[in-house]
């Protein structure tokens, strides 16, 4: 089965308006034709219009970092699905380790957080991960089946079509330090075969797994030559034009 992999950068809470405009058009402008290969930004709320304008004659996709379960309410200073969706934007990253630490959202509401993407056409970049205690307690593997068979209990398949996994070990993020190619091959494998389980062999094959966690240019070409990887979910390294320029083309 061949994946067209998919390079994201999460932007997080960087980036001002002007920022964001001279990021993406230093990537547009110095890789003009990519090759086979998926590639989105996420910058922060303030910046989607502006980035998705910039964008607009590209190949880079644009996603937000996040929305909430409903449409619209009385939830001040939250965002939605449809706002996002009238950006332009068309992915959202959802559960990120950072929203699952610092705001608690756990499987049950991002699986709420994917129904909502999906109702706004949306493509979901669902993030999974263990933190190192739990891989320390050699609980990895249970730690993501959980977090994809809670988060996912509720699709079918063909809802589910794009849906992207992003496989991030949270001491992996934003620390330097990078999973081993064999921890990623066995934990991507392992994201397989329990998508296998809850739907089907076919649907299993064609899901793109991300990894993330410290991913950068000199790393990013042994991590993206594993079979089961299909792409990055890149953090600090997606501010820096020449760094993920290299990492897209790691990926090719
Ligand atoms: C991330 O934020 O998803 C991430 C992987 O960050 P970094 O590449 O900085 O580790």
Sequence with gaps: MTRTPIIAGNWKMHMTLEDAKDLVLGIHHTLKFPGNVDVVVAPPFTALTTVVAVLKESY?????????????????????????????????????????QYFHETNEQIGEKITAALRNDLIPILCVGETLEQRTANEHFAVTQKQITEALKDFSEIELEKMVIAYEPVWAIGTGEVATVEQIDEIHKHIRTVLGEMFSGSFADKVRIQYGGSVKPSNAKDILSLEHVDGALVGGAALKAMDFIEIIKAAV
């Design 60 to 100: 880079i996709d644009v996603a937000a970092q996040n929305l909430h379960e409903k449409d619209q309410g009385a939830y001040t200073g939250e965002i939605s699905g449809n706002f996002i969706k009238n950006t332009g934007a068309n992915y959202v990253i959802i559960g990120h380790s950072e929203r699952r």
